[in-house]
Nanobody, 121 residues
Framework: VQLQASGGGLVQAGGSLRLSCAAS????????KGWFRQAPGKEREFVSVISWSGSSSYYADSVKGRLTISRDNAKNTVYLQMNSLKPEDTAVYYCAAAPRFTVAAPEYIYWGRGTQVTVSS
C-alpha cells in the first residue's frame, strides 16, 4: 500500500482546508486510516483515525469538533476536513494505515509523505 497526502496550504485562522490521502493497493479498504501531524520542534502526534468500514472514528481532543475524517473506499481515499483552523494547527500532516483501529503511531504500517498546513494569525 502506498499513500499520498495532498491538499495542504496556507490559510488564515478560522479558515478551512480539506486534506486527501490517496492509496494504492488492493488491501486499502481493509485497513484503518489515521492522520498524524508534526509541528516544527515537536514530536509527531495523533490527529484522527477512521475504521476500515468508516463506521467508527476518533479524534484528538485538540481537534475535536473542528476536524472531520471520512473515507471513500471506492476511490481508495481518506479525507480530513479541517474547519475553524488555528495557528497551532500548523504542521506537516501525514496519513497512515494500520491493520486495526488505533491511535498509536507505532502500529501504523504504511505512511505517506506529509502535506504542509500553515495557519496564519
Amino acid at each position: 500500500v502506498q499513500l499520498q497526502a495532498s491538499g495542504g496550504g496556507l490559510v488564515q485562522a478560522g479558515g478551512s482546508l480539506r486534506l486527501s490521502c490517496a492509496a494504492s493497493g488492493r488491501t486499502f479498504s481493509m485497513l484503518a486510516k489515521g492522520w498524524f501531524r508534526q509541528a516544527p520542534g515537536k514530536e509527531r502526534e495523533f490527529v484522527s483515525v477512521i475504521s476500515w468500514s468508516g463506521s467508527s472514528s476518533y479524534y484528538a481532543d485538540s481537534v475535536k469538533g473542528r476536524l472531520t475524517i471520512s473515507r471513500d473506499n471506492a476511490k481508495n481515499t481518506v479525507y480530513l476536513q479541517m474547519n475553524s483552523l488555528k495557528p497551532e494547527d500548523t504542521a506537516v500532516y501525514y496519513c497512515a494505515a494500520a491493520p486495526r483501529f488505533t491511535v498509536a503511531a507505532p502500529e501504523y504500517i504504511y505512511w505517506g509523505r506529509g502535506t504542509q498546513v500553515t495557519v496564519s494569525s
